[in-house]
């Protein structure tokens, strides 16, 4: 392995164990999670076909086709494995993230252990949830060997799931540090006394588009995902919500608690790819400030007709780009049905 290679591996890998696998083609663990998401792929149509409440049952067969879709995109994502290692690699040998620019390191590990808090806390609530009627089967004598393998059965498409969103979460920060580190060059060069140069935008134009042609690499690895969830997420959350509401309890909170949780987290971390590619229009229209020259205002000026055009970011299958502008209206929607429901039930 090259020095490049090397480092890539040192630090890609923090990423986490989908990372790690890809990097050091250790295919077995692939296809574990996958095999992971395809028992808890099994559990929820099994809880489909028992199940006489609606909306859980709802729930479950979206669950359901959710997580098969994911098991096959880790199947997939196997004999893809080279395609992924080469944008890691290409990532870390432009970005030089963990070399020249701590700031942006530390924004990574600070993301990093915010999703470990988001997943440490939705694991107490489905252990919280599903260790009770273990305990009470337990104290009636009633326990079989079945209902220890249905329980460790959830936990394991627990772990693979969040396994798998890890992976999608790392994609995302990926692209946010270069989004950020073209924040950074651009507030520089304002703050600069020199005049500007066609020198200086060029290298900061030359970020953006490693920034966005990052963007578009991981959005046609991660479509299957990206897409699946952006869906899912939203009419899960609805579902949780409305039945939190018409059905109120201490575990459909929980639950409705959990499925927020999640929902926030990634949908953040989507949609934060087109805040920052867009956000950093008026830093750059400063910088006619800086100079004379008509030729670094045409530079200026082309780079501002990039960035008008706002369509930097994850899309739903290549339909229209993921803004924020977009989930706070579906999630609006949503809402408003959710606090409708009662009365649409009655």
Not at 297 to 303: G, N
Request: with cysteine; hydrophobic share 50%; charged share 15%.
């Amino acid at each position: 392995m090259n020095t490049s290679n090397g480092n890539g591996l040192n630090h890609a890998s923090k990423a986490g164990i989908i990372t790690w696998a890809l990097l050091s083609a250790r295919k077995i663990v692939i296809l574990l999670i996958a095999f992971g998401l395809g028992l808890e792929t099994f559990n929820w149509f099994i809880a489909f076909s028992h199940s006489t409440n609606k909306f859980f049952s709802g729930s479950a067969l979206i669950f359901g086709i959710e997580k098969i879709i994911y098991a096959f995109f880790m199947f997939s994502i196997c004999f893809r494995r080279d395609g992924y290692t080469d944008l890691v690699m290409h990532f870390e040998s432009n970005a030089k993230i963990h070399l020249n620019h701590p700031s942006l390191e530390a924004y990574i590990k600070r993301n990093r252990y915010i999703f470990h808090l988001f997943t440490f806390v939705n694991f107490l609530i489905l252990f919280s949830l599903a260790i009770v009627p273990l305990i009470v089967k337990l104290i009636e004598s009633n326990i079989s060997t079945l209902d220890v393998l249905i329980f460790g059965s959830w936990h394991i498409g627990f772990c693979s799931l969040f396994a798998l969103l890890r992976f999608f979460v790392e994609a995302c920060l990926y692209i946010h540090t270069c989004f950020i580190r073209v924040e950074n060059q651009i507030d520089t060069l304002n703050n600069s006394s020199n005049a500007l140069s066609i020198d200086d935008i060029r290298k900061v134009r030359r970020l953006y588009c490693f920034a966005v042609e990052t963007t578009e690499k991981f959005n046609s690895l991660l479509w299957p995902v990206i897409s699946t969830y952006f869906v899912v997420s939203i009419v899960n959350s609805h579902f949780a919500f409305a039945r939190a509401i018409t059905e109120p309890s201490f575990a459909l909170t929980m639950i409705c608690f959990g499925e927020f949780s999640v929902f926030f987290l990634i949908a953040y971390n989507m949609i934060y790819i087109n805040h920052l590619a867009t956000r950093i229009y008026q830093s750059v229209y400063s910088l006619t400030y800086k100079t004379d020259s008509l030729f670094a205002k045409k530079e200026v000026q082309l780079f501002l007709t990039r960035i008008e055009r706002a369509d930097v970011g994850f899309t739903f299958l290549d339909l229209f780009v993921i803004t924020p502008t977009c989930v706070t209206s579906l999630a609006t929607i949503s809402l408003t049905l959710g606090l409708a429901e009662p009365t649409l039930i009655k």
